[in-house]
């Protein structure tokens, strides 16, 4: 389970990066459920601008009715004071001035009803999105098991700053990599949540894997770093890192949705104006493109 409540659309960017293979899944079964949720993501954005829209003009609506009563009202007023001493046509206008208050009154009901279905389809499909996340999460197989040689244990040093230090010495060795990873993987099993340990070895981890464009097992590495270290000072990295990998699999939804997290909520990173810039290329590739086809059922 994450541990960290991310935006709906992080979550699902995160969980959608599992692969059919990661999940022993067949890969049309994969790939139908990606092209599945690729749609609910469209659909869900449709229905946010959608009740956005809704929101912003039956605001302006309601504002205008409101005023528009108000004024009326006070015609109203006017006219039943007037009406004792007046003739006849007085009382009709003021007839007709009561029953054009009662229709307003019955457009701006109509205008909250409309608002609030349009909130019931939002919070529907918010839901059928977070049941796919839940079961994507379930069916996410946990990292290999790699264990170092027995020459690397040797000389395995005792603190844990100092065996970092180590795992990432042998990293940069392609014949050592695979030492170096194991090294790695131990301390952030040993030590998830603390802070420029668990963190720096998951962000290596996912590099590694990165540079290889071993791209799944990169992701999974990168997921782990920003669901159990949240507000790390390596979470901007390892999001510009889930990008890259997203955009190099063809996933450019999900890689606009880890950028976007970049540049809201990361804007002192060290990696935050190159966020931008890759974000607004991706935004204006996804407008060119035409919209996910819905799944058939």
């Known amino acids: 389970m994450m541990t960290h409540r991310w935006p709906l659309g992080v979550s699902l960017a995160l969980w959608a990066c599992v692969s059919p293979l990661t999940l022993g899944m067949p890969r049309a079964a994969g790939e ?14 449709t229905l946010e601008r959608r009740l956005a829209d809704a929101q912003a003009a039956q605001s ?33 206008q003021l007839e007709r001035m009561l029953q054009d208050v009662a229709t307003l009154r019955g457009a701006v009901e109509d205008n909250v009803h409309l608002l609030g279905e349009t909130q019931s389809q939002q919070n529907k499909l918010t839901q059928e999105l977070t049941a796919r996340i839940a079961a994507l999460q379930a069916k996410a197989s946990a990292p290999p098991k790699e264990r170092a040689s027995q020459t690397t244990q040797k000389s395995m040093p005792t603190g844990k700053k100092e065996r970092l230090a180590y795992g990432l010495k042998l990293m940069g060795n392609t014949k050592t990599l695979a030492d170096g990873r194991s090294v790695l993987r131990e301390l952030s099993r040993k030590y998830p949540a603390e802070q420029g340990l668990g963190d720096e070895a998951l962000l290596a981890l996912g590099q590694s894997y990165l540079a290889e464009k071993k791209y799944d097992a990169a992701q999974r590495e990168l997921i782990r770093l920003v669901d159990v270290q949240p507000k790390s000072p390596r979470v901007a990295e390892a999001f510009v890192k889930l990008a890259a990998c997203s955009e190099a ?9 880890f950028l976007t997290e970049v540049v809201s909520n990361h804007r002192r990173s060290s990696v935050y104006a190159a966020a931008k810039a890759r974000l607004a290329q991706i935004s ?14």
Not at 249 to 257: F, I, S, V, Y
Not at 289 to 297: D, G, L
Request: charged share 25%; aromatic share 0%; net charge negative.
């Open 60 to 92: 302006e609506e309601r504002a205008a009715l409101k005023d528009q009563v108000a004024t009326l009202g006070q015609t109203v007023n006017k006219l039943s004071t007037a009406s004792r001493v007046a003739d006849a046509d007085m009382g009709s």
């Open 284 to 297: 204006a590739q996804l407008q060119k493109a035409p919209a996910a086809p819905r799944p058939s059922p």
């Open 32 to 45: 139908h459920l990606q092209t599945e949720m690729a749609a609910l993501r469209h659909d869900l954005g």
């Open 249 to 257: 699999l063809g996933r450019l939804e999900d890689a606009q949705t």
